[in-house]
């Protein structure tokens, strides 16, 4: 399962072709030969207008651990390939065996907000070894950073009139993820306060919460009874689950069962029908009954688009959302398409040209610029640019924007606030910085910081404005003069 792979360190959390090009490096004399790539992501996802970062240090715990054992030769030993004969040769498998990661990473931390066509991780090291850890990286970012910004889209979207309204993840049963680990970490660090799924809380250490399920009611002889039971056997979690049968007469039936019991009721949810309507139906019915400070649940397939038109137009009065499906399968956008390429080998900067897929050469960084306190625009540069000191342009930067049809520069003065995105990580295959000590919650609390340092046009659910994100004229000039020369080799 998933969280095997990572904690193992497993070596074989790759593709097949990843040992395959090894071995020919390895043939051919090329393997250890110093190699730059980048990962970086072409699109925002859910037509929004920025990605929030995670999955990061669940990456570097994998990269950490890593190493090829007698086993993992073995079974690479007994491979076959298209004519019958071994896949790999003895050689190249003696030279793997004991093989632990040597590799050099900068990364955007978790939290972090960043956009299309920012690199957001940078691996040197040995030829083959770059390209080793590239599927693994790509399958815990894409995946825990579409749910994390899912998770902020739908916090956004139930607090959209001012009121702070929890978001709790109910998602287990319908992720694709074995045991829902990432997406409750993703849920988690995108704003959700807690989670049904028991062994994720467990294992990550956030609250676990939940309600009652239809079964349990339908287990006694009528509604009534199935309430004070639940009430008795479960004083410390004492929401009900109101719409098995009717749901006017279950609201009623959980006061009665409160009243009876002389068990405090904390809320009651309701899961299917009218949600707004039935909002305003139960919402009176428990004030007559002197019982306002009861909390209002919504579950039922709920998202972003749903929840906000609940806030803001129906004006339901939901205590608390709780999403599960549309949250935790990315519903609407299951794949964020995030790609690892080639930025430089042996010290020279490489390009890939090819209709809309043109990359940024050479090893790359991504300049933030801040004003009063508010994200202002990003400036991808070459790597060993010296521009920031103390947090302040040490110069005038002017970019080229990537993100227009048209091209227009903009300059950003000496003096500026700004900072660099990517931090150093892991040196030679350890972990170092901030990121070793890292708590899941203190990934949180920055990427809600982060989430205000960002305009609310950019998080409008529907046509958000469009982030600047620039290219540096220096990155910009060796672009184009690289495809130039490629265009006239090609003639």
Not at 230 to 241: I, K, Q, S, V
């Amino acid at each position: 399962m998933t969280m095997n792979n990572i904690e193992s360190g497993t070596p074989f959390y790759c593709d097949l072709y990843h040992l395959t090009m090894a071995q020919a490096w390895f043939l051919d004399g090329k393997h250890e030969e110093p190699k730059t790539s980048e990962a970086f992501f072409r699109r925002n996802p859910f037509n929004g207008g920025y990605l929030l970062a995670a999955g990061l240090g669940e990456f570097l715990q994998w990269a950490e651990k890593w190493q090829i054992s007698k086993d993992d030769v073995a079974y690479l030993a007994q491979l076959k390939g298209n004519s019958g004969k071994p896949l790999f040769t003895p050689e190249f498998l003696k030279y793997l065996e004991g093989q632990k990661l040597r590799l050099n990473i900068q990364a955007v931390p978790e939290g972090e907000i960043v956009f299309p066509n920012e690199p957001v991780l940078q691996v040197s090291g040995p030829n083959w070894q770059v390209d080793m850890v590239e599927a693994a990286f790509l399958n815990i970012f894409n995946a825990q950073s579409l749910i994390a910004t899912k998770a902020a889209r739908i916090v956004q979207a139930a607090r959209a009139d001012g009121v702070n309204r929890p978001v709790l993840e109910f998602g287990l049963r319908r992720a694709q993820d074995g045991g829902c680990f990432q997406p409750t970490r993703a849920a988690y660090i995108g704003g959700c306060v807690g989670t049904s799924n028991v062994k994720a809380a467990q294992y990550y250490g956030i609250l676990p919460l939940g309600t009652m399920a239809h079964s349990f009611v339908m287990s006694y002889e009528n509604e009534l009874e199935a309430f004070k039971a639940y009430l008795r056997g479960a004083e410390g979690n004492t929401t009900l689950l109101i719409d098995t049968y009717d749901t006017r007469e279950g609201a009623k039936n959980a006061i009665r069962a409160s009243k009876e019991t002389g068990i405090p009721l904390a809320g009651v949810r309701i899961d299917s029908g009218d949600l707004a309507y039935w909002s305003h139906e139960v919402k009176n019915i428990l004030k007559s009954a002197n019982m306002s400070d009861v909390k209002l649940v919504a579950s039922n397939d709920l998202d972003e688009y749903l929840i906000e038109n609940l806030v803001m137009v129906q004006k339901a009065e939901y205590d608390i959302y709780a999403a599960g499906t549309k949250l935790v399968t990315a519903y609407d956008m299951p794949a964020l398409g995030g790609v690892f390429k080639t930025k430089s080998y042996k010290g020279e900067p490489k390009i890939k040209i090819a209709e809309g897929k043109t990359t940024i050469p050479g090893a790359t960084n991504v300049l933030r610029i801040m004003r009063d306190g508010m994200f202002e625009g990003d400036v991808v540069v070459k790597a060993d640019e010296n521009l920031v000191q103390n947090n302040s342009l040490q110069q005038n930067v002017i970019s080229y924007t990537l993100n227009s049809q048209e091209k227009k520069n903009v300059t950003f003065n000496k003096g500026e606030q700004a900072y660099f995105l990517l931090k150093p990580v892991m040196a030679e295959g350890k972990i170092i910085g901030d990121d070793k000590l890292r708590s899941l919650e203190n990934i949180r609390r920055t990427a809600q910081r982060n989430l205000e340092c960002l305009h609310p046009a950019y998080k409008r659910l529907v046509n958000p404005h469009l982030y600047g994100v620039g290219l540096h004229r220096n990155l910009y000039a060796l672009q184009q003069s690289m495809i130039q020369a490629h265009l006239a080799k090609s003639k």
